[in-house]
């Protein structure tokens, strides 16, 4: 309570603020479960599930010959995979700690190391959980062959970033507009289920369908994604470049409002609303 703090070096601040990072993606992640192990296993049984009623889903509907010739289940998991980075980050980003929290009074804590607790727990989630399934379907089924596994796992940062950008856009609006925020976030969540491509590919896309599709960041980034995993398939109708635009564009936005929000907030906010 009466400690001095004295100026710090570059090195020390950083090191300090690597450190509250990290204890509070700790909290952030033993937030769903007690357990940390119980929590990243509950998010790959969510995945798996996914991943399973999809398959079934196209194998009854008889869909599998339009998916890319290859694995099909690979193909799957492409989609879904950045489908859940992409709507999880988002999710998360939104529900971090705002300037109003309780946790905004222990002095060293601030809403940017919250925001990059909750962008950076739910990428550690989603990285154990993508590398633990592939790991039990390459020993339990069959070897997963990846073509470029470098650009593949670009994309799937690329989700990520694009997640965390619109979610950080929500955050600077969701003070002022909570119930607006509240209905957008899940609306956008569930349009994605469709908007984003996981289910189809985008080459097989007439002009006048791609057209509702390519202004989805995610719809690019699956679909490179896609490119980068199967040896026979080059994406003609996406861009790597596009959504890391618009992923600089959104956090410059969410950042701006994030920091005047911050500045017209208090305490009695919330009971003004």
Known sequence: MFQQTGPKTALQSAIAISELVYHSIVRKVRKTHGNAVMSILLNMMQAAIFVLAFFLMFSILGLKGAAI??????????????????????GAVVGAEGPSSPMMKHAPMNTAIAIMAAALGTLYIQMLSLLGILFVYHVAVQPVVIDDPIGALGMLMLAWFTGAGVGLVFLAIKPWYPTFVSIANTIYARVNMIASGKMFVANTLPS???????????????????????????????????????????????????FYTRRQASLSWASKR
């Open 208 to 258: 006048f369908m791609l057209a509702m599709f390519d202004w989805n960041p995610l719809f690019h980034t699956i679909d490179q994604a896609r490119g980068y995993a199967f040896i026979n398939y080059a994406p003609r109708n996406s861009s790597a470049e596009y959504p890391l635009y618009v992923g600089l564009v959104l956090l410059m936005l969410g950042l701006m409002g994030e």
């Open 69 to 90: 010739r290859g694995d099909f289940l690979l193909y799957i998991m492409s989609g879904i995979f950045l489908f859940m980075t992409h709507t999880k980050t988002m």
